[in-house]
C-alpha cells in the first residue's frame, strides 16, 4: 500500500482519495435520484438495438427519459420477483403469457383496461394475443410479440436422401429419420431440446397438441396422465426416438433452445422444432451454414391429432406501483403505445422487430401489409407461416401455479427420456402435482 | 508530558494481554457495528420469514405456523434426495481434493528447478472467478463440440462423442471435478507448510535405521499431517456443502434432478416456487448442519483461542 | 543412478502437475484466439489453425452510443455474427469490479486489523464470544440472505449502487479477514507489544508501528481474498444491480450465455478477460499468500 498510515500527511491522502471514490460511486445513486422523474422500462436482453432505436425517438418525441434495463432471459423471471419483492422501481416490463395470473394474482401487475388509450388497438389486434393477455376478465398490457413453434426441416438433406415432401406426421418422421440416418447423412435427425428451462413447456405443448392430446381439460383439471387424452402417447414417442430409433440424441437434456438452434444452423440435424422466428438468422448464410436451405412445414401430426402448434405471446404490462402513481401511470401508457401500439401512426416498432430479427405480430393488419410480406418471402413462405398461424394455440397450463408444475414437469419428462422413470409414472406425477397446487391455491 | 504519554506510562504497570476493555471495545466497535447492521439483521430476518408460510403467488394470506414449514421440509422426499446427493457430492469432492493437494504438497516440497515456477501457477485455479470456471469447464464438457469429448476421441478411447453433464450418471462427478479444480490450491499450500515444518532429523533418523521410502512416507509424514488433513476436511466440507454457484452455470440442478443438491434447493423453493417460508426454513437447516462442521473446526483449533 | 531416477519422476510429476493445473486454462485461451466456425470442429483444434484477434477487437472496440434508427445493427446479427447485445459492457462492468474491489479490501483492512488486534493480544470480556459471532455470521448460505439484504439495501436507497456491494462484500469477507490476522497476530510474540508499551506507544502506535509491519504476509494474504471474492462475487450482485452503469463483471459474463445468440468464442475471449486480473495477483502475491494464510495455522 502506497499510504504511509504513520504520518499526517498519508492519513490525509488517504482521505482524500476515499471521498473522490465516495463521491464517484455516489453519481449513479444521484443519477438514480434524477431517474424518478424518467420511466423504467425493464426487458430481457432481446432486440437491444432495435428497442434502443425506438426509445431514442420517443425520448425525442416526448421529451421524457427512459432509463432502460435488462437481465438475461434465463433468469428474468428470478430477477423480476426480487424485485417486486424488494419493490424496485420499475414501471413497464416485458412480461411472458405464462406468468400472468402468477403476477397478477401477486399484485405486481396492474390492469390496463381503464386506459382507452391502449384499449383501442385491440380490435386490431388478433385474438389469441388478446387472449392471453386476459386474465379474471381485466386485460394486462398489450402485445410485444407473438410467434409460434415451427416444424422446421433442411431441404438439401432430405433431397439427397431420396426423399420428396417433408414429413406430414410423426410416424413419418421416424421413417424419413432413419432414412437419412442410414445415408450418413446425419446421427440424430432430429434435433429437439429438452432442457429444463423457460423454453421447454412450448415445446412440449407444441408436440402434446399435434398429437392431439392435452396437459389440462377445459375445467383445468389435470389429464396429461390419461392415455387417450393426455401427453402419454407424446412421451412415449419421443422415449422412442431417443432410446428405440435413436433420432434423436440423449444429449437433448443439456439442450436448450439456443444450442438447440445453433446445433440445427451448424447443419446437424434434418429436423427441428423451433420457434418460428428462427428461420430468419438460420436463412442468413453469415450465421448459419444452412442458410438459403431452411424451410418451415406444418407441424406433423400424430395418429388422432393435427397439425396445430403452441403459440405464445409476450407483452408490455404495467407494474402496480406505477399504476398507482398518477404521472407515472401517464407516462407508461404513453410508453406502452408508442411499443405496443402505434408510433407516429405507423406500427413502426413491430416491424423493425420483425425485419431485425424476425419476430411476428399480434397486429391484424401486419398480416396483410405488402412489405411485411415481401420481406418475409425473401427467405421463407409466407403462406405457410399464416397456415400454422392459424392452427397456433395457446398454453394450457397457464395459471398461478404454472411456475412451480413447470419444474416438476419438466424434470419429469426427462426422467423419463433418459430411462429413469416409465412414461406413465412421470406424467402420473405430473398430474399429481398439478392437481395437489391447484387444490392449495 | 502529554496525555498520550501518561496513560502508557500507567498502563505499564499492567501485564500485556491484561484487562482492557476500554480499547478492546474501541478496535472492536467498527467491525461490531458492520457485522451487526449488515450480517446479523438479515440473518434474524430471514429466521422470521421462515416462521410463517409466505407464498408469493398468494401474498394477501402469509399465516404465522410456527416450525410447520421446518417439518415439512423434513418430510419431503425431495429434501432427502437433495441431502443425498449434497453428501455424495461433498464425499466425492473432499476426497478427491485432499488425494490431489497431498500429491502437489509433496511435489512442491522436493528441491528442484522450476519448483518457484510450479508454486506460482498453483494459486491460478483458486483466482479465477466462479462464473469464468463454470462456463470453462461447461465449454470443456460440452457434448458437441467440448474439449473433454474432443481428446478422448482423439486418443481414441472413445469411437464418438458422448453426452457428459447430459448424462445424469455423470453428472455430479463431472460437477465435482470442476469444483475440486478451483478448490486444490488453497488445501495444498496448508500441507506444504506442514511438511515443510516436519523436522528433517525425524528422516535422518529414520533412515539410519533402514526404513525405506514407504515405510518413511507412511510413519512420519502422514501422521505429521494429520492435524492439516483434518483442517483441509472441514474446511472444504463446509464449502462443498454450500457451493451453489457450478450448480447454477452448469447444470440448474439437472438433467432430472441429478444434480439437485441442498443449495440448489433452497433457491428452487425460494425462487421458483416462490415459497419464500419454505426456502428459509431450507437454508437455516443448512445452516445449521454448517454450523456443527464450524463448531468442530474451532474446537480442533481449541488451544488457540 | 537413483538421482536420474529422481529427476525423470520430478520432471514427469511436475509435467503432470502444470497440465492438470494449466490445461483449462490454455484450452480456455486457445478458444478465445479461434473464430466460430474453427471452434466448432470435430476433432477440436488444440492450437488455432488461423489465430484471431476478431473477438478480442469486439470486446475492446464495443461502445455505447446512442442508438437511432439508422445506427441500430440488425437485431440478431452484428456484422462478425454471434455477438451478445451486452458486449459492450464487459469492460465497464470490469471497472465496475475493480472500484468494488479496492474499496472492499481498503475497507476491509481498516475493519479488521484492529478487531483481530484486539482479539489476540486484548483480553477483554466477550472475546470469546465475540469471535464465534464473527464465525456464525458465515454460516447462513448466500442465496438464504439475497431477499432480506435485498429489502435493507432498497431501504437504504442504494439500489443499482455499488456501495450496496461494497457493504454486502465487506460483511461477507471481514470474518474471513479477522480469522486470518488474529492467527497471525497470535503468532506473533507478546514481548513486542509489551516492549512497545514500554517504549511508551498508546495501542493504536503498537498496531501501527510494531505488529502491522510483521504481519505484512497475513496483511497482504488478506488483501487478495477480500479483493478476489469481491471480484469474483455473482448471486447477490446479480440482484443488486440494475443497470450496466453498476453491474460487475461476473453478471455481464453470465449474460453472454443466455442472450439470444450464442457465440462460443466470443464466450471464451470474455472469460479470458475476466480472468487475466485476478490471476496475475494470484501470480505475483503468491508467495506471501502461503505464508500469510498459514503462520500459526497449524503447529506440525
Redesign the interface.
Same mark, same amino acid.
Given at each position: 500500500m502506497s499510504i504511509n498510515w504513520s504520518n499526517q500527511a498519508g492519513r490525509r491522502e488517504f482521505l482524500k482519495r476515499m471521498g473522490s471514490l465516495a463521491g464517484s460511486s455516489m453519481l449513479p445513486f444521484a443519477g438514480q435520484a434524477l431517474a424518478a422523474d424518467s420511466i423504467n422500462f425493464f426487458t430481457w436482453s432481446a432486440a437491444v438495438d432495435t428497442v434502443k432505436s425506438h426509445l431514442t425517438a420517443f425520448e425525442k418525441k416526448y421529451g421524457l427519459q427512459v432509463a432502460h434495463n435488462m437481465a438475461p432471459w434465463a433468469q428474468y423471471r428470478d430477477t423480476s420477483i426480487t424485485k417486486f419483492v424488494g419493490k424496485a422501481p420499475i414501471d413497464v416490463m416485458w412480461v411472458s403469457d405464462s406468468w400472468l395470473p402468477e403476477w397478477a394474482d401477486a399484485g405486481w401487475l396492474a390492469p390496463v383496461d381503464g386506459y382507452a388509450d391502449l384499449m383501442k388497438y385491440n380490435a386490431d389486434t388478433n385474438d389469441f394475443c388478446n387472449k392471453s393477455m386476459q386474465y379474471k376478465g381485466r386485460q394486462y398490457g398489450l402485445t410485444y410479440y407473438s410467434d409460434f413453434m415451427a416444424f422446421l426441416y433442411d431441404s438439401e438433406k432430405l433431397a439427397k436422401a431420396g426423399i420428396s415432401a417433408p414429413p406430414k406426421t410423426w410416424d413419418e418422421v421416424v421413417q424419413q429419420s432413419l432414412k437419412i440416418k442410414k445415408a450418413g447423412l446425419s446421427e440424430y435427425p432430429l434435433m429437439l431440446s429438452m432442457a429444463r428451462e423457460t423454453w421447454l413447456i412450448e415445446f412440449l405443448t407444441a408436440m402434446v397438441y399435434s398429437h392431439g392430446g392435452h396437459f389440462v381439460d377445459d375445467a383445468g383439471n389435470a389429464v396429461m396422465h390419461d392415455p387417450k387424452k393426455g401427453a402419454h402417447q407424446t412421451l412415449q414417442w419421443i422415449v422412442d426416438a431417443v432410446q428405440k430409433h435413436k433420432i434423436i440424441s440423449p444429449a437433448c437434456v443439456e439442450l436448450g433452445e439456443l444450442l438447440g438452434f445453433k446445433a440445427f444452423s451448424s447443419g446437424n440435424h434434418a429436423f427441428a422444432l423451433l420457434p418460428r422466428y428462427r428461420v430468419r438468422p438460420l436463412s442468413d448464410t453469415k450465421q448459419s451454414q444452412i442458410g438459403g436451405r431452411v424451410k418451415q412445414a406444418l407441424m406433423p401430426a400424430g395418429p388422432n391429432g393435427s397439425n396445430a402448434t403452441v403459440g405464445w405471446m409476450r407483452f408490455y404490462g404495467m407494474t402496480a406501483p406505477a399504476a398507482a402513481d398518477k404521472t407515472r401511470a401517464a407516462n407508461a401508457v404513453k410508453l406502452i403505445e408508442w411499443f405496443g401500439g402505434k408510433a407516429d401512426g405507423q406500427y413502426k416498432f413491430q416491424k423493425l422487430l420483425f425485419s431485425d430479427g424476425g419476430s411476428a405480430f399480434g397486429v391484424k393488419s401486419l398480416f396483410g401489409d405488402p412489405e411485411i410480406r415481401a420481406e418475409y418471402q425473401k427467405y421463407s413462405d409466407f403462406d405457410m407461416f399464416e397456415k400454422q398461424q392459424n392452427l397456433a394455440r395457446k398454453k394450457d397450463v397457464v395459471s398461478r401455479w404454472f411456475g412451480e408444475w413447470d419444474e416438476i414437469n419438466g424434470t419429469a419428462w426427462q426422467a423419463a427420456v433418459l430411462g429413469k422413470s416409465s412414461v406413465a409414472d412421470a406424467l402420473k406425477r405430473s398430474a399429481q402435482t398439478w392437481n395437489d397446487l391447484k387444490k392449495q391455491s | 508530558m502529554n496525555a498520550q504519554t501518561r496513560a502508557a506510562r500507567k498502563s505499564v504497570h499492567h501485564t500485556v494481554g491484561a484487562y482492557d476493555q476500554k480499547a478492546a471495545m474501541l478496535f472492536l466497535t467498527p467491525m461490531v457495528v458492520v457485522l451487526g447492521v449488515v450480517a446479523v439483521f438479515p440473518v434474524l430476518y430471514s429466521f422470521w420469514i421462515s416462521l410463517f408460510d409466505i407464498k408469493l403467488s398468494r401474498p394477501h394470506r402469509t399465516p404465522f405456523v410456527w416450525f410447520d414449514n421446518y417439518a415439512r421440509v423434513f418430510q419431503d422426499h425431495m429434501f432427502w434426495d437433495s441431502v443425498t446427493r449434497t453428501v455424495s457430492f461433498t464425499v466425492m469432492s473432499v476426497a478427491a481434493i485432499l488425494l490431489v493437494a497431498l500429491c502437489m504438497a509433496l511435489l512442491l516440497n522436493e528441491e528442484f528447478r522450476g519448483r518457484r515456477f510450479l508454486s506460482a501457477m498453483l494459486l491460478v485455479p483458486w483466482a479465477i472467478p466462479f462464473v469464468a470456471n463454470g462456463l470453462m469447464w461447461k465449454w470443456i464438457y460440452d457434448s458437441g463440440y467440448g474439449a473433454l469429448n474432443g481428446i478422448l476421441y482423439q486418443l481414441g478411447f472413445i469411437d464418438k462423442y458422448l453426452v457428459w453433464l447430459g448424462d445424469p450418471d455423470k453428472t455430479l462427478p463431472l460437477i465435482a471435478n470442476a469444483f475440486i479444480w478451483k478448490a486444490v490450491p488453497l488445501p495444498t499450500i496448508l500441507l506444504l507448510v506442514t511438511l515443510k515444518s516436519i523436522p528433517s532429523d525425524l528422516y535422518g533418523a529414520a533412515k539410519v535405521d533402514g526404513a525405506n521410502v514407504w515405510r518413511r512416507f507412511f510413519h512420519i509424514t502422514l501422521p505429521s499431517l494429520k492435524p492439516a488433513f483434518i483442517l483441509v476436511m472441514i474446511y472444504e466440507t463446509m464449502m462443498a456443502v454450500r457451493h451453489f454457484d457450478l450448480f447454477f452455470i452448469l447444470t440448474e440442478g439437472g438433467p432430472a434432478d441429478a444434480s439437485h443438491v441442498l443449495s440448489w434447493e433452497v433457491y428452487a423453493e425460494t425462487f421458483r416456487k416462490l415459497s419464500f417460508g419454505t426456502g428459509a426454513a431450507l437454508a437455516y437447516i443448512m445452516a445449521l448442519l454448517i454450523f456443527v462442521i464450524a463448531y468442530s473446526v474451532i474446537r480442533t483449533l481449541g488451544n488457540k483461542l | 543412478m537413483a538421482n536420474l531416477g529422481r529427476?525423470a519422476l520430478?520432471l514427469i510429476?511436475?509435467i503432470a502437475?502444470?497440465a492438470?493445473?494449466?490445461a483449462?486454462?490454455a484450452?480456455?485461451v486457445s478458444?478465445s484466439f479461434q473464430s466460430e466456425s474453427e471452434?466448432?470442429?470435430?476433432?477440436?483444434h488444440w492450437i488455432p489453425h488461423q489465430p484471431t484477434l476478431e473477438n478480442f477487437a469486439t470486446i475492446f472496440t464495443a461502445n455505447d452510443r446512442?442508438?437511432?434508427?439508422e445506427? +441500430?445493427?440488425?437485431?440478431? @446479427?452484428a456484422t462478425s455474427? =454471434?455477438v451478445?447485445? &451486452?458486449a459492450k459492457y464487459l469492460l465497464p462492468a470490469m471497472w465496475n469490479s475493480f472500484?468494488v474491489a479496492i474499496?472492499v479490501v481498503?475497507l476491509n483492512l481498516?475493519?479488521?486489523i484492529?478487531?483481530a488486534?484486539?482479539?489476540a493480544?486484548? +483480553?477483554?470480556?466477550g472475546? @470469546?464470544s465475540?469471535?464465534? =459471532?464473527?464465525?456464525? &455470521?458465515r454460516?447462513?448460505?448466500?442465496?438464504?440472505?439475497?431477499?432480506?439484504?435485498?429489502?435493507?439495501?432498497?431501504k437504504l436507497?442504494?439500489?443499482?449502487?455499488?456501495?450496496s456491494l461494497?457493504?454486502?462484500y465487506?460483511?461477507i469477507t471481514?470474518?474471513f479477514s479477522?480469522f486470518v490476522l488474529l492467527?497471525y497476530f497470535?503468532s506473533l510474540p507478546?514481548e513486542l507489544?509489551?516492549a512497545a508499551?514500554?517504549d511508551?506507544?498508546?495501542?493504536l502506535q503498537t498496531l501501527?508501528?510494531v505488529f502491522?509491519p510483521l504481519a505484512m504476509p497475513s496483511l497482504v494474504a488478506v488483501m487478495l481474498f477480500s479483493f478476489?471474492t469481491s471480484?469474483?462475487e455473482?448471486?447477490l450482485a446479480?440482484?443488486f444491480t440494475?443497470?450496466p452503469?453498476?453491474q460487475t463483471?461476473?453478471i455481464i459474463?453470465?449474460?453472454f450465455?443466455?442472450?439470444?445468440?450464442?457465440s462460443?468464442s466470443f464466450?471464451?475471449a470474455a472469460?479470458v478477460v475476466?480472468?487475466i486480473p485476478?490471476?496475475i495477483?494470484?501470480?505475483v502475491f503468491?508467495r506471501y499468500?502461503?505464508s500469510g494464510?498459514?503462520a500459526?495455522?497449524?503447529?506440525?
Open positions: - | - | 529427476r520430478l510429476a511436475s502437475f502444470l492438470y493445473v494449466l483449462p486454462i484450452w480456455l478458444s471452434l466448432t470442429s470435430k476433432p477440436p446512442v442508438v437511432t434508427y445506427t +441500430r445493427s440488425e437485431g440478431v @446479427t455474427g =454471434f451478445p447485445s &451486452t472500484v474499496t481498503v481498516l475493519v479488521s484492529p478487531a488486534y484486539a482479539m493480544k486484548i +483480553r477483554f470480556i472475546r @470469546t465475540s469471535i464465534y =459471532f464473527m464465525l456464525v &455470521t454460516v447462513i448460505p448466500d442465496i438464504a440472505l439475497v431477499v432480506p439484504f435485498f429489502l435493507f439495501i432498497r436507497g442504494l439500489l443499482d449502487n455499488l456501495l461494497i457493504i454486502t465487506l460483511a471481514i470474518p479477522v492467527s497470535e507478546d507489544d509489551k508499551r514500554v511508551g506507544c498508546s495501542r501501527l508501528r502491522l478476489l471480484w469474483n455473482f448471486l446479480l440482484m440494475q443497470t452503469a453498476a463483471m461476473p459474463v453470465a449474460s450465455t443466455s442472450d439470444f445468440t450464442i462460443f464466450i471464451n472469460g475476466a480472468i485476478p490471476v495477483l494470484a501470480v503468491e499468500i502461503v494464510l498459514t500459526g495455522a497449524v503447529k506440525g
